[in-house]
């Protein structure tokens, strides 16, 4: 069972930048497969990024490439993503996910454990 924590969100004016932390639970987070969904109201939840274990394949949507930036402290048990040029159109909630496998898909329903989520909003 892993447990995760997320912090960071908050209110960002556009062009700004936010830093999202997700803390992990457990002695084994280097075996897991990391990613970021997001949720705005209305919509469906949305990929924005992976990372595999060791943190050698990183993946992004197009949306937030090029802008968007994930990183793993496997010693910290912890997993970043650092937002830069934020759009009023990054506003969401924000949810850290894994899944223990060094494989990292886009698709929400292959993630086994999920954070409570974080709300960033970006002001026009």
């Known amino acids: 069972q892993v447990q995760l924590v997320e912090s960071g969100g908050g209110l960002v004016q556009a062009g700004g930048s936010l830093r999202l932390s997700c803390t992990a639970s457990?002695?084994?987070?280097?075996?897991?497969?990391m990613a970021w969904f997001r949720q705005a109201p209305g919509k469906d939840r949305e990929f924005v990024a992976a990372?595999?274990?060791?943190?050698?394949?990183?993946n992004y949507a197009e949306s937030v490439k090029g802008r968007f930036t994930i990183s793993r402290d496997n010693a910290k048990n912890t997993v970043s993503l650092q937002m830069n040029s934020l759009k009023p159109e990054d506003t969401a909630v924000y949810y850290c996910?894994?899944?223990?496998?060094?494989?990292?898909?886009?698709?929400?329903?292959?993630?086994?454990?999920w954070g409570q989520g974080t709300q960033v909003t970006v002001s026009s």
């Open positions: 996910a894994a899944r223990p496998s060094s494989v990292v898909p886009s698709t929400f329903y292959e993630y086994n454990y």
């Open positions: 457990g002695r084994t987070f280097s075996t897991y497969g």
């Open positions: 990372i595999s274990g060791g943190g050698g394949n990183r």
